[in-house]
């Protein structure tokens, strides 16, 4: 199939956006109507927040046992850390690899790899900054335990709140299947992903790298490459 020309610019919005941009759009009337200065200012914010809430297609990659970011935005941390308590796993230290999503990130959340939603967790908490290391631990966050299909081996995916978003919205259910790069939730207004890899997955990215959710391999089940290095320029 190929690629359409206007769909390079023109991106589908999520449903859950139509009545943030509708109230953007009717304060910017109102706005215009007091005075034009503040109506083109309202007209920019419309347009922001129909571009937070897009939804493009991505080309997921369909070869097994590849593990994909969640999430776009750039990686911030990877590091050994122990999946959130609520999931019952355990005291081991996993890979966790942390994707953090700013405010001009598309904010739509697909799944890593394919599986059963062996259980979701979801546990209120804060709004601190969500690029800060202890936002995993004390940040309003939603945790979902995935069964990899094939093996039934755990992958940890989860959704934490930042400084401005103030709602994790889910689309998944506990036992839902889910193929490699599926939708699963969104986050409203900034805010990160945390993948948490099978023991003895290396991540085959890096701190600082640009990710896009879908389609960015994070990880592969079939490869023994040790971890990536990478250099910023």
Request: charged share 20%; proline share 7%; net charge neutral.
């Amino acid at each position: 199939m190929a690629l359409k020309m206007y769909e390079t610019v023109l991106k589908p919005m999520h449903p859950e956006g139509i009545r943030f941009v509708a109230g953007f759009a009717g304060a910017t009337l109102i706005l215009f109507w007091l005075w034009a200065p503040l109506g083109w200012i309202g007209l920019g914010l419309t347009f922001w927040c129909y571009y937070f809430f897009r939804d493009p297609r991505r080309a997921v990659p369909e070869r097994a046992g590849l593990i994909v970011s969640p999430a776009d935005g750039v990686v911030s941390m990877i590091e050994p850390a122990v999946p959130p308590a609520e999931l019952g796993l355990g005291e081991a230290a996993r890979t966790r690899v942390s994707v953090f999503m700013s405010v001009f990130n598309c904010h739509v959340n697909r799944a890593p790899i394919a599986g059963r939603v062996a259980k979701i967790a979801y546990r209120p908490g804060k709004f601190l900054n969500a690029s800060l290391d202890k936002a995993s631990e004390d940040n309003e966050r939603n945790s979902l335990l995935i069964e990899m299909e094939g093996d039934g081996r755990p992958l940890v995916v989860v959704q934490i709140a930042g400084l401005v978003a103030r709602r994790i919205v889910p689309f998944v259910e506990e036992g839902a299947s889910l193929r490699t790069g599926e939708r699963f939730g969104l986050i409203r207004f900034g805010s990160r992903l945390d993948v948490y890899l099978p023991e003895g997955v290396s991540p085959l990215v890096a701190v600082g790298q640009t990710m896009i959710a879908g389609e960015t391999v994070l990880a592969d089940l079939q490869s023994d490459e040790p971890p990536r290095g990478a250099r910023m320029e």
